[in-house]
């Protein structure tokens, strides 16, 4: 059984950076493509950046120069570094991890960004 724990999130000024973490198990972690969504109120979840299994990234535009993910496939780990955190950055973020035709999911860890 998947299981995707985040961690890292919480509030931050305008500017500011944080860091996130999703631990995975229950999986082939190094063989599939891993990624972090978000959720803002009243709006739907959108990608925000993915990493393949061979460590390929891609980000959506807003945030390309501020975010980066990474993975550590010994540790089962994905990162989401994200830095000049803009008030529209703000959401609940969600790793995923996709096998094939199935995503899960993990529980969402908040960010909030505000002076």
């Known amino acids: 059984q998947v299981r995707l724990v985040e961690s890292g999130g919480g509030l931050v000024q305008p500017g500011?950076?944080?860091r996130l973490s999703c631990a995975a198990s229950g999986s082939l972690f190094a063989n599939f493509p891993m990624a972090w969504y978000r959720q803002a109120p009243g709006k739907e979840r959108e990608?925000?950046?993915r990493i393949g299994a061979g460590g390929g990234t891609t980000y959506r535009d807003s945030v390309k120069g501020r975010f980066t993910i990474?993975?550590?496939n010994a540790k089962e780990t994905v990162s989401l570094q994200m830095d000049n955190l803009k008030p529209e950055d703000a959401a609940v973020y969600y790793c995923n991890q996709r096998q094939y035709a199935t995503d899960y999911w993990g529980q969402g860890t908040q960010v909030t960004v505000s002076s």
Do not use: K, N, Q, Y
Request: aromatic letters at 0%.
């Open 70 to 72: 990474s993975r550590d």
């Open 16 to 18: 500011g950076s944080l």
């Open 47 to 49: 990608v925000v950046a």
